[in-house]
């Protein structure tokens, strides 16, 4: 499958933004989806992830209840919506996807397909 993310921006702090996925090449509801970030001289981190029926959700506790992940198989689309952005959320935000049958955990290596990133920088 192959992963398209967009939407990144600039955004004042306490603002909101939506990061999109747009998925090919393979049927989308066969994976589990996520959202990781890196942060410049930081390393790649978890951000939320939804399991591949939609129906199960997990965030980073740094962005628990201000970001919400979501899927539209339709669409083959992910999205990620963030609110009451700070200033330590600026990073370059990937979208990843991972077999239903092989994610067991929301680290890195359980994922083997990424989108390019898209970069969300929130200002003061």
């Known amino acids: 499958v192959q992963l398209q993310a967009s939407g990144g921006g600039l955004v004042h702090a306490g603002g909101s933004l939506t990061v999109s996925c747009a998925a090919s090449g393979d049927t989308f509801s066969n994976y589990v989806l996520a959202w990781f970030r890196q942060a410049p001289g930081k390393e790649r981190e978890f951000v939320a992830g939804i399991s591949y029926s939609g129906a199960y959700t997990h965030y980073a506790d740094s962005v628990k209840g201000r970001f919400t992940i979501s899927r539209d198989d339709a669409k083959n689309s992910a999205y990620l919506q963030m609110n009451s952005l700070k200033l330590e959320d600026t990073s370059v935000y990937y979208c990843?996807?991972?077999?239903?049958?092989?994610?067991?955990?929301?680290?890195?290596?359980?994922?083997?397909?990424w989108g390019q990133g898209t970069l969300v920088t929130v200002s003061s």
């Open positions: 990843a996807a991972g077999s239903r049958y092989l994610v067991t955990e929301w680290s890195e290596g359980a994922f083997d397909y």
